[in-house]
Every structure is written in structure tokens, then in C-alpha cells.
């Protein structure tokens, strides 16, 4: 079993930057592929970014490119999501997810991440 604990959210305008945090416990859970969601009031969840194992692999949502980053430090068991010129449109609860398997993280789907933290809030004011 892998516990995911998402931190960093909070109130920021727009403009501005926000580094969030998902600390992984449990079993092997720093090794394994990750991804970060979000979902905006009265909308679906939708896929972010994710990163391979190692972390040497990255892929975004074509909306988030350019401007979120993601990145892990497998020492730490932390997989982080750098946030740079936050727009009110980035409103939302932010989730971090596994893919114990490491067979479909990359296509963005919910369906391959078996482990989820609670999320954290991000609201950008304009």
C-alpha cells in the first residue's frame, strides 16, 4: 500500500508561483511513476503532468506546458509541481497519483493510477 500526501496549496494571484508537494509513503512508493491532476469547481478531473520513476521522463497537458514543471526527488519520496504564471483558470483542487504498474502513466489517464492523495487547493485570484 502507497499513502500520497499532497501539500503547498494556498491563495496566490495571478501571476504569481506556487511549488506543490506530494510526499510518498508506504510500499516502494518513491520508485514508482507519478502524476498530478487537478479539478476545477464544477468540472472533471483532468491530467497535469506526469514523471517517470527514475524522473527522467516528463509529460504535460498541452495547456500546462511551458509553464508547470514536475519533478521528484526519488531520496526525499517527493514529487513536486512547480507552478509559474498561475492564472484564475488554474483554480483548483490539485492531486498526486501513482501508476504502480508503470503501464499507462503516460497517456494521462486516471485509470492506471491505483494510489491517490486527499489533493490540495490552489486558488489563483485575478
Known amino acids: 500500500q502507497v499513502q500520497l500526501a499532497e501539500s503547498g496549496g494556498g491563495l496566490v494571484q495571478a501571476g504569481d508561483s506556487l511549488r506543490l508537494f506530494c510526499e510518498a509513503s508506504g510500499r516502494t512508493g518513491s520508485t514508482y511513476p507519478m502524476g498530478w491532476f487537478r479539478q476545477a469547481p464544477g468540472k472533471e478531473r483532468e491530467f497535469v503532468a506526469a514523471?517517470?520513476?527514475?524522473?527522467?521522463?516528463?509529460y504535460y497537458a498541452d495547456s500546462m506546458k511551458g509553464r508547470f514543471i514536475i519533478s521528484r526527488d526519488n531520496a526525499k519520496n517527493t514529487v513536486y509541481l512547480q507552478m509559474n504564471s498561475l492564472k484564475p483558470e488554474d483554480t483548483a483542487v490539485y492531486y498526486c497519483?501513482?501508476?504502480?504498474?508503470?503501464?499507462?502513466?503516460?497517456?494521462?489517464?486516471?485509470?492506471?493510477?491505483?494510489?491517490w492523495g486527499q489533493g490540495t487547493e490552489v486558488t489563483v485570484s485575478s
Open positions: 514523471i517517470s520513476g527514475p524522473g527522467g521522463i516528463t
Open positions: 497519483a501513482a501508476d504502480p504498474w508503470a503501464t499507462g502513466w503516460a497517456t494521462g489517464e486516471e485509470k492506471y493510477y491505483d494510489y
